[in-house]
């Protein structure tokens, strides 16, 4: 399998978390791409140029990653990422929604630069600060299995303190911060670091 990926893309690291958690990271070339670029390469995996991209090995290309991770919990071993019935995706559900919001500051940023401060860029830092909050609340101490939820969770929390590093995230889900804390040794959490 090749993976398309950029290095602090939050989509890319759920993906590159569930495959080290399930034990395939070794079995998928890795692939970093400006996705900004237009690679002839990458256009052809994926004409709309985002990352992740997994082009599995019988040649089928998958382009958004929860249906990446939906593949690898199909091919590969277990734990599953998307267990846990409603409530786990539920949670996982609310992290993602927190790095969307986040993804959509740094691309609005591009075209507009007081993007901030106008009604979509108050918006999606709204929806940041309030996604927290209720992943947050909705956080288990122990984080469960480490499966989808404690992946996003984790992703959510290290990507928001990494673009926008003079806000306390953290101070708004400690259970969450104190969770990441302990993991932070866990190969997918220290592997996956965004680093730009």
Same mark, same amino acid.
């Given at each position: 399998? &090749? ?14 978390? @569930? ?12 692939? *970093? ?10 256009? !052809? ?27 690898? !919990? ?29 993804? @959509? ?7 507009? %630069?007081? *993007? ?6 108050? &918006? ?24 989808? %939820? ?11 303190? *990494?673009?926008?590093p003079d806000r ?10 104190? *969770?990441? !804390? ?11 670091v965004p680093r730009?």
């Open positions: 399998m &090749k993976l398309y990926a950029n290095p602090t893309s939050p989509f890319v690291r759920i993906v590159r978390m @569930a495959l080290i958690e399930k034990g395939l990271n070794e079995t998928v070339d890795t692939t *970093f791409v400006d996705a900004w670029a237009d690679d002839p390469a990458f256009l !052809d995996a994926n004409p709309a140029g985002r990352v992740p991209t997994l082009v599995t090995d019988d040649g089928a290309r998958l382009t958004e990653a929860l249906l990446i991770l939906a593949h690898l !919990d199909a091919v590969g071993t277990t734990p599953a990422v998307l267990a846990g019935g409603p409530a786990a995706l539920s949670a996982a559900g609310v992290a993602i929604g927190v790095f969307d919001a986040a993804v @959509a500051v740094i691309i609005g940023r591009k075209s507009a %630069p007081d *993007f901030d401060t106008g009604l979509v860029g108050q &918006k999606r830092f709204r929806t940041m600060q309030e996604g927290l909050r209720r992943l947050d609340a909705a956080f288990p101490e122990s984080g469960g299995s480490f499966g989808l %939820p404690a992946i996003a969770a984790i992703t959510a929390l290290d990507y928001l303190v *990494f673009r926008f306390d995230w953290r101070g708004l889900c400690p259970t969450v911060a104190a *969770f990441r !804390d302990a993991q932070a040794d866990r190969p997918s959490v220290r592997d996956t730009g």
